[in-house]
């Protein structure tokens, strides 16, 4: 197993933790229709387990979203590799990123390895810190963090090649359009009881959408909490 450095190595966990059982992961997103061997490969080495309490160790490689505290949850691997295929198939090449609800900071470290740089939003101070504490762990650098309300994007980084959400708002904030690339993709869900995932792709004259099926994330809230 090729490492992208010797962190990674050194956190590539045991037994219900163990590469096998990361494998075994990739596999079953194999047959749930990933096919992109970036973001395989990249699933493959990032260890899940690194980004939840000790508690749920043992279940860091099921395919569902689990609690994170402070009433969120990390994604489910199937969903963060579909979001991320989503933003590859783009003929723009992914140099920056934003991604809005840090949370964990599982989807953070698979942006980090396939991008050049990440730009990540979180409202709750307390996790954007601990995340950012666990990506330093793996030694990932080119990721910067803010605390802020991601309805408004990142203003000051934009424009950008790729956003994703993992929080999901009512409506889609025209503001996160504004601060797409032309060329660019935007993947986030939207709905409050009933949630899609959908996929927007920027060109000069007008936003193509793709509904990309049925999802569960957690709602877009407003503000911070610090
Ligand atoms: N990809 C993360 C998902 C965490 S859940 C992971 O796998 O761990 C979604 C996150 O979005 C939560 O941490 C939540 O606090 C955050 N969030 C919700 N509304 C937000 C907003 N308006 N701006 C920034 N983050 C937001």
Redesign the pocket.
Known sequence: MQYPNPAFEAYQGLGMTSQRTRNRLVERLIEKGINDDRVLDTMRIVPRHL?LDEAMSSRSYEDTALP?G?G????QPWV?AKMTQWLLESSTPIKKVLE????????TAILSLLADKVYS????QA?SERAEITLSKLELENIQFSL????WGWPDKAPFDAIIS??SPAELPQELINQLRVGGRLVMPIGESRQLLYGFEKTPSKVIETCLGEVM??????GVEA
Do not use: C, N
Request: proline share 3%.
């Open positions: 980004f994170i402070y969120q949850t990390i994604s963060v809005i609800g840090t949370g964990s900071g599982y989807q939003v979180e409202r709750i996790l802020s309300d991601g309805h993992a929080a994330f957690v709602p877009m809230k407003s």
